[in-house]
């Protein structure tokens, strides 16, 4: 537990909250904030500022849990469906040190929208694109990408992605700005607002 966290002060119960479930893993309450009446935030009670910090049983319960919230939203609400996502890291949209799992129910026509952008690429840019996640996925999931070599760091070092946006190679200070929007996040000391980016760009 954090106690300069507003969410582990929320867990905690030294700040009030609209809980809807709890259990010895989790809280799930309603946003102070909604995109639409019951937006629920599933927030672990261990103060996990990413998604790279949660242990893997963990998250697996969060899912469940998100599961089951999704489906007594529709139930209760009369819902048609649920939006349920993850923003992870500065760059993904994230705004609070703790970490979360939002559900929104929805109805058609109610004014949400998530309209992501769509690139087109060419075939040897998505070939590009799977052998530079290939190492990393051998290295996280132990899988190897099928019809992928993984090559050494210095193979590697030697060849860029064809992003399309006229850049040919890859910087020595690639991924730089992603660990160090996580380490922002991680070293907050006043809390989070309550709602992601995301969430904002969701009503709009």
């Known amino acids: 537990m954090d106690d300069q966290c507003i969410f582990c002060q929320m867990i905690a119960g030294s700040v009030p ?18 995109a639409s009446p019951g937006h629920v935030l599933i927030i672990p009670s261990e103060h996990v500022a990413i998604m790279p ?5 963990l998250m ?10 999704s489906r007594a939203l529709i139930k209760g609400l009369k819902a048609q469906g649920t939006t349920t996502f993850v923003a992870n890291g ?5 705004r609070a040190q703790h970490f979360m799992v939002h559900v929104i129910p929805r109805l058609p026509d109610d004014g949400i929208h998530f ?10 840019q998505f070939l590009q694109v799977r052998a530079a996640i290939a190492p990393s996925i051998k290295t996280v999931l132990g899988f ?4 992928v070599e993984v ?8 060849d860029g992605i064809d992003t399309g946006d006229g850049s040919d190679g890859a910087s020595e200070n690639d991924g730089q700005g992603f660990e160090e929007d996580e380490a922002a996040i991680v ?3 006043k809390g989070g607002s309550g709602l992601d980016e995301l969430t904002d760009f969701l009503t709009k």
């Open 17 to 34: 909250t609209r809980t809807v479930y709890r259990d010895d893993k989790c809280i799930a309450i309603l946003d102070i904030n909604p």
């Open 90 to 94: 500065v760059a993904g949209g994230q």
């Open 115 to 124: 309209d992501l952008p769509k690139h087109e690429l060419s075939e040897k």
């Open 187 to 189: 070293d907050e000391k």
């Open 60 to 69: 697996g319960h969060l899912g469940v849990v998100a599961k089951k919230v």
């Open 151 to 158: 090559r050494s760091d210095k193979e590697e070092s030697a």
């Open 144 to 147: 190897d990408v099928p019809g």
């Open 53 to 57: 910090q949660l242990p893997d049983d």
